[in-house]
Nanobody, 126 residues
Framework: VQLQASGGGWVQAGASLRLSCAASGFTLTDYAMGWFRQAPGKEREFVAGLSRRGSDTAYADAVKGRFTISRDNTKNTVILQMNGLKPDDTAVYYC????????????????????WGQGTQVTVSS
């Protein structure tokens, strides 16, 4: 199982970014997927989760209405679309995978995820 996150960068407040997490060695429908982030000096926190089914989602309150998690099965890739970015969104973003997982349940707890990507830096300036 390997996860490769990409798409981070430096943007101004209000801009959008699209993060991708390319999965290899497994099929996305067998795993629940999630995005987490870690800001400087802070603990890693949950951002968004996606069920194995691909249509059940969960979001942290701080990103609801601005971020969207989705999946492209043809590319075996999980996407985090981030709109209306704020300086508080500045962090290293990590994608994660969990198996076994229920079919229709997104997972929000960091300890539930057994596989992690290397992280991609997102910096939002005011």
């Amino acid at each position: 199982v390997q996860l490769q996150a990409s798409g981070g960068g430096w943007v101004q407040a209000g801009a959008s970014l699209r993060l991708s997490c390319a999965a290899s060695g497994f099929t996305l429908t067998d795993y629940a997927m999630g995005w987490f982030r870690q800001a400087p000096g802070k603990e890693r926190e949950f951002v968004a989760g996606l069920s194995r089914r691909g249509s059940d989602t969960a979001y942290a309150d701080a990103v609801k209405g601005r971020f969207t998690i989705s999946r492209d099965n043809t590319k075996n890739t999980v996407i985090l679309q981030m709109n209306g970015l704020k300086p508080d969104d500045t962090a290293v973003y990590y994608c994660a995978a969990k198996s076994p997982a229920y079919w229709a349940t997104p997972h929000i707890r960091e300890y539930e995820y057994g596989y992690w990507g290397q992280g991609t830096q997102v910096t939002v300036s005011s």
